[in-house]
C-alpha cells in the first residue's frame, strides 16, 4: 500500500486524541484525523496532479452470530442465522469525494473502502445472496445505531497539501485499539498510504466493573441478578406504599 514511484508522495498524518477515557457520563467524542500530502522530500506535490484523500477509522474486531426474525402465525421467531469471525465493532470512512468517483470496485474492495466493501468474514458456508443478505442487515443496524458511517464529502483539502476529516465516536463504542487508515489516490490508484493508533479505555468506577466482569464472570453475573431481584422488590414495595 505504500508509494510505488519516484514521485509518488508521502502522507504525514495525526489524530487529535490517541487515547479516549471512557468515564460514567459518557455521551462520545469527536476526533479530528489530519494531516499533510507532501513529496519524500518533504516539498509541496505537483500542483498539476489532483490527490482524494479517504481516511478510514476502524475498531476492534469482533465474532457475531447474526439472526434473522419472520413473522410466522402472527409472531416474529428466529429463522435462519449465520456467525461472522471478523466484523469490525466501528467503521467510519470519510472522503475528499464519493469514493465510487474516486477509485473503481475492484480498488474499493481490496482496501475495504466504504460500507458495501466491508469483508464479514462468514465462518462455514453460507449462500452468497444470503451472505450479502446479512451483512446488509448488519451494517444496516450498526448506521442506525452511529457505529457505522460513511461520509464521501469529509475530507477537506487546503492548498493541495494539507487536509483534515472529523470522526464522531458515540457513546456504545467498545474499548480496545482503533486503527486510522489514510489513502492519498491519483487517477484511481492508491498512491501512498499511512496509520495511526487510537486507545479508547475505560478507567475508574467502570475500569474495576469491566474487570470484575471478566475476571470473576459467574460472581459477576449472580451479583447483577441479585441486584435486579433487590431492584424490583424495592420498585414493588414503593409502589404499594403509594
Avoid: C
Avoid at 481516511?55 to 409472531?75: A, D, F, W, Y
Avoid at 457513546?171 to 493508533?197: C, H, Q
Amino acid at each position: 500500500m505504500g508509494a510505488t514511484g519516484a514521485r509518488d508522495p508521502i502522507l504525514v498524518p495525526e489524530i487529535s486524541q490517541h487515547e479516549i477515557v471512557v468515564r460514567q457520563g459518557f455521551t462520545g467524542a469527536d476526533l479530528l484525523l489530519y494531516g499533510a500530502i507532501l513529496e519524500p522530500d518533504g516539498t509541496r506535490p505537483d500542483p498539476d496532479r489532483q490527490y482524494d484523500i479517504v481516511v478510514v477509522l476502524k475498531g476492534p474486531l469482533q465474532s457475531i452470530t447474526l439472526r434473522e426474525k419472520q413473522k410466522r402465525l402472527g409472531m416474529w421467531l428466529n429463522a435462519d442465522s449465520t456467525n461472522l469471525r471478523s466484523a469490525p465493532s466501528f467503521y467510519a470512512l470519510a472522503s475528499s469525494r464519493p469514493v465510487d468517483r474516486i477509485v473503481d470496485d475492484r480498488t474499493a474492495a481490496i482496501y475495504e473502502l466504504g460500507l458495501r466493501w466491508l469483508q464479514l468474514s462468514p465462518i462455514g458456508t453460507i449462500d452468497p445472496d444470503e451472505q450479502v443478505r446479512f451483512a446488509a442487515g448488519l451494517v444496516e443496524k450498526r448506521v442506525a445505531s452511529g457505529l457505522y458511517r460513511q461520509d464521501d464529502d469529509g475530507v477537506s483539502i487546503s492548498g493541495d497539501v494539507l487536509y483534515q476529516a472529523r470522526i464522531p465516536l458515540p457513546s456504545s463504542v467498545i474499548t480496545g485499539e482503533y486503527t486510522s487508515e489514510t489513502f492519498a489516490i491519483a487517477d484511481g490508484r492508491v498512491v501512498a498510504s499511512a496509520t495511526s493508533e487510537v486507545t479508547v479505555v475505560k478507567r475508574g468506577f467502570e475500569r474495576g466493573i469491566e474487570l470484575f466482569s471478566i475476571r470473576q464472570a459467574f460472581l459477576y453475573g449472580l451479583t447483577a441478578m441479585v441486584l435486579s431481584v433487590l431492584m424490583g422488590w424495592g420498585a414493588g414495595r414503593l409502589f404499594a406504599m403509594a
